[in-house]
T-cell receptor, first 110, second 113 residues
C-alpha cells in the first residue's frame, strides 16, 4: 500500500563515523517525519518537515540533522555516530489524515 | 501535553479468541486516531484510521471504536489467528491536519495455535 522506502534496512557502524539514513516517498506528500524507537518503547518524533526547505526538530532531542530539498526525499544525517545512537529509525509521510511508514533502519553503533 | 497509554502491555491468547486492546489519551482535542501493526524489526502497517467525527471503523476481523469525550479507543480483533501475533500501536493526531502522530507504547499480542 505505502510507497515509502528507507535504506539501508540494517547498518552497523563504528563510533565517530558520519552516516546518512535515506527516506523516499512517491506519493507526493508534503509532510514527512522521522521517529526514533527503542525496543519496547513508544516512537518519539525527532524531526519533521511540512514541505520543501521546511524542517523542524521534534519532541525528542536528537543530534541528527535533516534536509528537504525535494518533496520526495527526506534524509537524516548523523555527523559523528555514538553508541547512544543505536536505535531503530522510522520515516513516515502523511497526507492530511493518514500516515504511512517505511520499514525502518536499525542502526547499531559499535 | 498529550499522552497515549495502551493497556495491556502484553497479551497471550489461544487461537480463535476474540480480544480487545485498549488505548487512552489525555487530551480529547484530536484530529484523528490511527491503529498500526508492527512486526518485530519492521516498520508500521496502518490498520484503521478513525476521524474525530467518527465512532468506529471496520476492516475484516478488526473493529476500532473511538470515544473522544472520554479519551478512549478500542481495537477489537475477532477470531484471532497466529498470524495476528504482533505489536499493536495506537497513535493520535493533535487537532490539526498533518501534525505529527503521538504514539502509545503498544500492546504485544501472541496468539498460540
Amino acid at each position: 500500500e505505502a510507497d515509502i522506502y528507507q535504506t539501508p534496512r540494517y547498518l552497523v557502524i563504528g563510533t565517530g563515523k558520519k552516516i546518512t539514513l535515506e527516506c523516499s516517498q512517491t506519493m507526493g506528500h508534503d509532510k514527512m517525519y522521522w521517529y526514533q524507537q527503542d525496543p519496547g518503547m513508544e516512537l518519539h518524533l525527532i524531526h519533521y518537515s511540512y514541505g520543501v526547505n521546511s524542517t523542524e526538530k521534534g519532541d525528542l532531542s536528537s543530534e541528527s540533522t535533516v534536509s528537504r530539498i525535494r518533496t520526495e526525499h527526506f534524509p537524516l544525517t548523523l555527523e559523528s555516530a555514538r553508541p547512544s545512537h543505536t536505535s531503530q529509525y522510522l520515516c513516515a509521510s502523511s497526507e492530511s489524515s493518514k500516515a504511512f511508514f517505511g520499514q525502518g533502519t536499525r542502526l547499531t553503533v559499535v | 501535553k498529550q499522552e497515549v497509554t495502551q493497556i495491556p502491555a502484553a497479551l497471550s491468547v489461544p487461537e480463535g479468541e476474540n480480544l480487545v486492546l485498549n488505548c487512552s489519551f489525555t487530551d480529547s482535542a484530536i484530529y484523528n486516531l490511527q491503529w498500526f501493526r508492527q512486526d518485530p524489526g519492521k516498520g508500521l502497517t496502518s490498520l484503521l484510521l478513525i476521524q474525530s467525527s467518527q465512532r468506529e471503523q471496520t476492516s475484516g476481523r478488526l473493529n476500532a471504536s473511538l470515544d473522544k469525550s472520554s479519551g478512549r479507543s478500542t481495537l477489537y480483533i475477532a477470531a484471532s489467528q497466529p498470524g495476528d501475533s504482533a505489536t499493536y500501536l495506537c497513535a493520535v493526531r493533535p487537532n490539526q491536519a498533518g501534525t505529527a502522530l503521538i504514539f502509545g507504547k503498544g500492546t504485544t499480542l501472541s496468539v498460540s495455535s
